[in-house]
């Protein structure tokens, strides 16, 4: 501490302070940049790289429910590896990943709808008219639910103008 300055910080500390500030909010606060690939932004959550926070895309259509993938049985679409529990679901996906991946990238469907990005949870989904949709909590997702075809449809129109950016 200096003695003639009442903050426990040195003037060489004061200016790396800023630095080190803006280099833990960057890595721990802002949410991960979406992985790319032709305008498709895939939400890859805390573990960069890994879509749907690592659950099994296909289980989600499966009457048991979402279940999170196995990181050997695995596949990379869209700039993002995807983790599936078996090889059966992960062979599904290659087939047809479109049918199975999250609408919206899995980024959040309401704010999809609202015009804006906000990452989406592998718990708070939905599946309607066989597309899945991830929302930023289930409390968000109650929001989403009130009316869901108007909010696909509004989604839909701005999601070009979002990954444009």
């Known amino acids: 501490m200096n003695a003639s300055s009442p903050y426990p910080f040195s003037k060489r500390s004061s200016v790396l302070l800023p630095g080190i500030l803006a280099v833990v909010f960057t890595l721990f606060i802002l949410p991960p940049s979406p992985a790319r690939s032709d305008n498709t932004r895939i939400y890859t959550g805390l573990v960069y790289g890994v879509a749907v926070g690592g659950y099994d895309p296909v289980s989600y ?84 639910s009130k009316n869901i075809t108007a909010n696909i449809k509004a989604g839909n129109k701005n999601w070009p103008k979002l990954t444009d950016r």
Not at 62 to 69: A, D, M
Not at 90 to 118: E, I, L, M, T
Request: charged share 20%; net charge positive; aromatic share 18%.
């Open 61 to 144: 259509f499966n009457k048991s429910g979402p279940k999170r993938g196995n990181k050997n049985i695995s596949y990379s679409y869209n700039g993002a590896k995807w983790r599936f529990t078996n090889a059966s679901n992960r062979d599904r996906f290659v087939k047809n990943p479109k049918a199975y991946a999250p609408q919206f990238g899995g980024h959040c469907a309401w704010a999809a709808s609202q015009g804006y990005f906000a990452k989406g949870s592998p718990k708070a989904w939905t599946i309607t008219n066989g597309k899945l949709y991830l929302n930023y909590n289930k409390a968000v997702r109650a929001n989403w």
